[in-house]
């Protein structure tokens, strides 16, 4: 196993980490919600409430960093080696596996395991596992 030392980026990574962590916080904190993508987005297409202010301002920031950053001259397009009919079923897969959780990765992994949900820890570790085993069999079994 080889480290692509180009794209190993500790600090960028923590940074990042840590402005992930600072914003669940800041939500949680200041409007009692939950920064879980999924539960922000579902709020925005179900019942009409009073709260989609906050619910499109944090969905635009999701969206507009990887845009600013982009025209700061950062490369922004991941390098998947996928077709669009793979990439569209996957994302099928998360959506549906993110209602039969009762939240994303991000809901989970970020704010339910700070919050010491044993339901949220079991879901991270399993999110974990799928990958591992994932990236195991495409490596090792199918020869990828």
Known sequence: MSIDVASFTPGWSLAGGMMIGAAAAVLVLFNGR???ISGILGGLLGTPRNDAGWRLAFLAGLVGAPVLAGLLGQSIVPDIQAGWTETLIAGALVGIGT?????CTSGHGVCGIS???IRS????ATFMASGFLTVF?????LGG
Not at 121 to 124: G, P, W
């Open 121 to 124: 820890l079991c879901a991270t």
């Open 115 to 117: 919050r010491g949900s």
């Open 137 to 141: 069999v495409t490596r090792h079994l």
């Open 34 to 36: 939950i920064a879980g």
């Open 99 to 103: 209602r039969y959780g009762n939240g």
